[in-house]
């Protein structure tokens, strides 16, 4: 599947992931996040659920400290 | 449109400031002098003689609560802006009360924590309205790591990748910057709508 994460596309062999199967595979580590697809908010305790398919814009927002 | 014009546009206008830092400090001082009529702010915190390497305040003012102590020092640059500040530890309730009649919302807090609750309650309780995040300014130089983009209703400005600690602290310059180019958004924002 083709999607758009970050504002870039990317390709994947799956046509569809959960959103922390998507996070292993960039390997994004981070324990803080905000993540949206196509615009709508997952929470955390859906990522295991949350499914992102072909053509999906997704968000994923490292919260860093600093203000 | 002309400065006059910028300024009667901006003046039925509502921005709303979490964190009065150096991010908020920053931010609101600026939308301040171009105009905009009314800023909320909110923040809990006490400034410190080490906030002085980036906010918005002054010697005299250590000891004091920086919500209100911003509020004075927006009124010594231009007493128009209709400024109500909150001395509070924002939780997800407040969010919902104070910042429901914001045209734009800015984030402006220093703990990754707090920005995620933060996110997250804006994002869910008002999804159509703008949020502006700052993310990631932490050091020196750089410049060219410090960018814009934005999805949706969601705007984010910095490098994104720069956390502080102690060999990274956070410094003028470079909060600054991010500071500013929130307060950009949101004009353009305003000034759009």
Not at chain 2, 87 to 108: G, M, N, Q, S, T
Request: proline content about 3%; overall charge negative.
């Amino acid at each position: 599947m083709k999607i758009i994460l970050n504002n870039t596309q990317e390709t994947f062999k799956q046509d569809k992931m959960t959103v922390n199967e998507l996070l292993e595979a960039k390997t994004f580590t981070f324990k803080m996040l905000v993540v949206r697809i196509n615009g709508t908010l997952i929470k955390k305790d859906e990522y295991n659920s949350a499914t992102i398919r072909d053509s999906d814009d997704v968000m994923v927002l490292h919260l860093v400290s600093g203000g | 449109m002309t400065s006059a014009e910028i300024k009667d546009k901006l003046k039925s206008r509502t921005v709303g400031i979490a964190g009065c830092g150096g991010l908020g400090s920053n931010c609101a001082v600026a939308l301040a002098r171009v105009g905009v009529g009314t800023l909320i702010l909110a923040d809990f915190d006490i400034i410190t003689e080490s906030n002085l390497n980036r906010q918005y305040y002054f010697l005299s003012q250590v000891g004091e609560p920086k919500a209100p102590s911003l509020k004075r020092v927006i009124h010594q640059i231009n007493p128009s802006v209709s400024v109500i500040a909150y001395e509070v530890k924002l939780d997800p309730e407040h969010i919902l009360r104070y910042f429901r009649d914001c045209d734009v919302i800015v984030e402006a807090f220093d703990q990754a924590e707090e920005k995620e609750m933060f996110i997250e309650t804006v994002l869910s309780a008002f999804p159509e309205k703008p949020l502006v995040v700052g993310l990631g300014m932490a050091g020196w130089g750089m410049n060219a790591g410090i960018h814009y983009r934005h999805e949706g209703n969601l705007h984010i400005c910095g490098d994104e990748v720069t956390g502080i600690s102690n060999e990274f602290p956070p410094l003028a310059p470079r909060v600054g910057m991010v500071a500013n180019m929130q307060a950009n958004v949101v004009l353009e924002i305003l000034l759009k709508s």
